[in-house]
């Protein structure tokens, strides 16, 4: 796709990855078969070809209005375009810079404004979060039926005595999981624990920095990932082998830490060493030998969700599905699983109605052949599916961690 870029944007540090992204569009239109959005609007401009034409436009110096900063909102930032894409168009980073662009150009309201302050000021701190979370849990019996099945109760968990490994990982602890399923890291910790892998958490770590990121608050999210470098490079220097991390979507963006910092001379390197080491659970356990665990499947039937940071983003799809066969779980076929669920980080939040329609989608899909149980690899599908599923749902590693011998 060829471009002439505007001069007032020559100047902005990320207009030649732009430029390179836009230029290695072919316009063959294959991920529109594959984009959530278009297959519930059926609008060319809600699809990811329409939404590369409308960033083209932007910065090549045309009006930028509301409508094209509602497109850009609507995309769920899903990447299944990605997996599809024959030319390997970076989508997601495009849609990404041309967001942060169009949010400079066109005032918000101040209905769109309060939202997407809270989310940036509360979700990244997991004091702050539980603070509300736990005041919402008060309140929550006389809460009306929607906003009850929107607050999760907090889920058991029980901390188990680690012993000291040679061998160390770190964990990122996360925002909202660490509040509302802290139960998810327990279990990873357990399981690595029969591999004699201690798992080890940096106590100055924080936020992935993807609440920021995805809300155009480019900088506010540079510094959670600076400081989660700062906090995990100590560890990496006295041998920790891996960064692990158990919420996809958290994953996602701390592998992209060395392209998100590459033009900061201060952190670029060290950003290179912690994108290097970052690895899903799903990594750590395929590479084991997992007969060491001894598991001891039920006889029960899993639905699982592969969330969109998992297949799309990090490009493993399949991994948890046949850690979970080879375990002795009968998986359950579910339609349509390259589609997202609705969930998307703060999607749920700020589209709501395309994000329930999206859910009960998906929910429709993972019921069909009526499992026992539906199991998922990121916190916030994990919340989104649980507020209308009417099986459990879990975070794959609890499943397999109960049925340890």
């Known amino acids: 796709m060829q471009t002439n870029i505007s001069e007032q944007f020559l100047s902005n540090i990320h207009i030649k990855d732009a430029e390179t992204i836009l230029r290695s569009c072919v316009h063959c ?35 930028i ?24 168009v970076r989508y997601g980073r495009l849609v990404e810079i041309g967001r942060e662009i169009v949010d400079q150009q066109v005032p918000r309201s101040l209905l769109q404004k ?24 008060l309140f929550r019996p006389i809460l009306p039926a929607t906003l009850k099945r929107k607050l999760p109760l ?33 279990a990873a910790a357990r399981i690595l624990q029969k591999l004699e892998i201690e798992l080890i958490t940096a106590p100055d770590a924080g ?47 701390v592998k992209d830490y060395a392209e998100l910092l590459k033009d900061d001379p201060q952190y670029a390197d060290s950003a290179k060493k912690v994108s290097a080491l970052a690895k899903d659970i799903s990594e750590v356990l395929r590479d084991e030998n997992l007969a060491s665990l001894a598991i001891k499947p039920a006889n029960i039937k899993v639905a699982f969700h592969s969330p969109c940071t998992l297949q799309h983003g990090q490009k493993l799809n399949g991994v948890v599905e046949n850690i979970l066969h080879n375990a002795g779980f009968t998986l359950t076929g579910v339609q349509d699983a390259h589609l997202c669920c609705g969930s998307a980080g703060t ?25 026992d149980i539906i199991a998922t690899a990121n916190i916030g599908c994990q919340m989104h599916m649980a507020t209308k599923s009417r099986v459990p749902v879990k975070h794959w590693l609890e499943i397999i961690d109960e049925h340890l011998a």
């Open 347 to 371: 999607y749920s939040i700020l589209q709501p109605r395309l994000s329930q329609q999206l859910l009960d989608n998906k929910l429709s899909s993972l019921l069909t052949e009526q499992p």
């Open 207 to 253: 936020c992935c920095g993807a609440v920021s990121h995805h809300l155009s608050a480019a900088e506010e999210g540079l510094n959670f990932m600076r400081r989660n470098i700062d906090a995990w490079l100590p560890y990496i220097e006295q041998g920790a082998e891996a960064i692990i991390i158990t919420a996809s979507g958290c994953g996602t963006v």
């Open 154 to 186: 907090p889920q058991s968990s029980s901390k188990t005595a680690t012993a000291t490994q040679a061998r160390k990982m770190l964990v990122l602890q996360g925002c909202v999981q660490s509040v509302v399923t802290p139960q998810t890291n327990q």
């Open 65 to 88: 209005s509301s409508k094209t900063q509602t497109h850009l909102d609507r995309c769920l930032t899903c990447r299944a375009c990605e997996t599809t894409c024959p030319s390997g």
């Open 114 to 137: 309060i939202p997407r302050a809270l989310i940036r000021k509360i979700v990244p701190y997991p004091q702050r979060f539980a603070l509300i979370y736990n005041l919402g849990l």
């Open 29 to 63: 239109g294959f991920c529109t078969a594959t984009c959530p959005t278009y297959q519930l609007l059926g609008d060319e401009l809600d699809g990811p070809r329409g939404r590369i034409y409308l960033i083209k436009q932007v910065l090549e110096g045309d009006a």
